[in-house]
């Protein structure tokens, strides 16, 4: 039985995590008690009956198991979609990210909603269903799955009402922000309250928030990316590792330095079972031995996870400063190599001899069909793998004649890298001469919503399992094994071919999604479709002749 001990500097804390179906009624994300011990033993026995406590108030809040997910918490679920899906929406048009639907096409797809939820019709939205259970963590059977389909496809009728008043030119509709709801009167029993309560009235709170209270509620903020958490928590994790979890007020600059110059020392590759042990240890492991140390920029970026925390404490008025601003890895060089782009040999080594293209081979790791274009649309569009693996059918889009890529987040478990990230890539003809448009009418046959439906992983990013497939499979089929190109090599590609074009360095950043500082920060939007377009067609690849795509091997 798992004991939920926690030991820190002051002694042993209990510590168990709420269910995240039960997170925004109880209105935290964790139950933190001080055990008031530094003994084990003591804490132990006292943990034991904690626990019984804890594991009555969470059943009194609502159901612990998922699969016996009732309606009340169905509709509960799909109301926070709805809420994140129209701040979403305010938030784009606040930016000026007008959608391209018209008011017609939105009030068709509401027509179609209303049918099928009329109709109970719910295996159109089954891609949508599976990603909200991945990402709330769900264990639940059929029955549940179905329960949860018809409250999503509930909210996203509703949704696409108010979405349709909001573009009616016609008909001006107010627009405002949603705010999750206020947590219930009822608050944890005395005995369960935590052991840090630091609010956000001033420094002076500091003295009484931990640096993993703080992650916690940083997390819980709106509109934070599932992935950004994950790695922060990460890497803020291993801080707590080397200092032991210090409350907030009393980390100071040598601390960021020390652990600086500690996480230089971990290795760059280790075994599952080493990653997850604590970083002292892994540091104590690897002491003296030959292998290749984390590069500088990983961990810079653990340093800046650490900063990001202590600046959310200075923003809540938590902290007076942030003594992790301006902290690099002081390391500016370990020999690490940075991602190299393909080479004229190496693009003909992947698109000509490799079974996928050259016999039309389907792994099972490749996904079907993405084994094919994925590549194919990285090396002619730039774009990331995670951004061109969650696309829908939706989402190629046809204006002026011009075919293109909506890349963007407006679309349930779709995310991207930052604002500039979403951006409209036009086709390259190379591309529609290989049979992309046969391609993506064969996927609507099949009554497919994805572009790539059989890309799925059970990791926040729905690449996970295609990235590690096709890197291996590039190594191993078509011996590119030197570990600095990788799939981001297409990037890089790209970005070398754009230059090739002279294609200007503003349109080539539109066009990949960089941010700019400066006078042209905003250049974007100073770029049409047509600009970009005619931009993309010069793209060349000379002596690469890559096989055009057949349904027959669907």
């Not at 909603?113 to 939205?125: I, S, W």
């Not at 709170?205 to 509109?223: T, V, Y």
């Not at 500016?332 to 040999?345: A, F, I, K, T």
Request: proline fraction near 6%.
């Amino acid at each position: 039985m798992q004991t939920y001990l926690q030991r820190r500097q002051s002694g042993y804390y209990y510590r168990q995590r709420v269910p995240k179906l039960l997170q925004e009624a109880i209105g935290r994300s964790e139950i933190v008690v001080s055990l008031q011990t530094r003994c084990r033993e003591t804490a132990a026995y006292r943990s034991a009956h904690l626990r019984a406590a804890v594991t009555h108030f969470l059943n009194t809040q609502g159901p612990m198991h998922h699969h016996d997910l009732t309606h009340e918490h169905a509709a509960q679920i799909a109301s926070r979609w709805k809420r994140s899906a129209l701040n979403r929406d305010l938030d784009e048009r606040i930016a000026g990210q007008s959608r391209d639907d018209s008011p017609e096409e939105i009030h068709a797809r509401l027509d179609h909603a209303r049918d099928d939820l009329n109709r109970v019709n719910l295996d159109p939205y089954r891609a949508m269903v599976d990603r909200v259970i991945d990402e709330q963590r769900l264990e639940v059977g059929p029955d549940a799955q179905r329960r949860l389909g018809y409250y999503l496809l509930k909210a996203r009728t509703e949704f696409l009402e108010e979405v349709h008043k909001r573009s009616d030119p016609t008909q001006p509709h107010p627009m405002a922000y949603i705010p999750p709801p206020p947590p219930p009167e009822s608050a944890p029993p005395p005995e369960l309250a935590p052991a840090s309560e630091g609010g956000e009235q001033g420094p002076g709170a500091s003295k009484r928030l931990r640096l993993s209270e703080a992650l916690d509620r940083w997390s819980n903020d709106e509109g934070r990316r599932t992935l950004t958490v994950q790695d922060w928590r990460y890497r803020v994790q291993r801080f707590i590792e080397f200092k032991g979890d210090p409350y907030v007020h009393e980390i100071t600059a040598d601390d960021v330095y020390d652990f600086v110059d500690a996480y230089e020392q971990m290795p760059n590759r280790m075994p599952k079972s080493i990653r997850r042990r604590p970083m002292p240890e892994i540091i104590e492991r690897y002491r003296g031995l030959d292998v290749a140390r984390l590069a500088p920029q990983s961990v810079t970026n653990a340093v800046t996870s650490v900063g990001s925390i202590l600046s959310w404490c200075v923003k809540k008025r938590i902290l007076k400063e942030n003594v992790a601003h301006g902290v690099r890895a002081s390391k500016s060089d370990q020999g690490h190599e940075c991602r190299l782009p393909y080479r004229p040999e190496d693009l003909k080594r992947i698109f000509e001899d490799l079974p996928v293209f050259a016999r039309g081979h389907r792994p099972h790791g490749g996904a079907g069909h993405a084994a094919y274009w994925i590549p194919v649309l990285a090396l002619y569009t730039g774009a990331r793998l995670e951004e061109i693996g969650q696309l829908m059918l939706q989402d190629i889009r046809t204006e002026g004649g011009v075919v293109f890529l909506e890349i963007g987040d407006a679309a349930e478990g779709q995310s991207v890298k930052n604002a500039a990230s979403r951006r409209r890539v036009p086709l390259h003809k190379g591309v529609i001469q290989l049979g992309f448009m046969d391609y993506l009418a064969e996927t609507r046959r099949r009554g497919h919503q994805d572009l790539f439906p059989h890309v799925q992983s059970t990791k926040a990013k729905r690449t996970a399992a295609y990235s590690k497939w096709v890197n291996r499979y590039f190594r191993q089929a078509c011996g590119i094994t030197d570990r600095r190109k990788v799939f981001h090599s297409f990037r890089h590609t790209f970005s070398d071919a754009c230059r090739e074009a002279e294609i200007p360095r503003e349109v080539r950043n539109a066009l990949m999604g960089h941010t700019t500082s400066g006078v042209d920060q905003d250049y974007g939007s100073g770029h049409s479709l047509r600009v970009l377009n005619r931009a993309v067609q010069k793209i060349q690849y000379p002596g690469v002749q890559i096989p055009p795509w057949q349904a027959a091997h669907a």
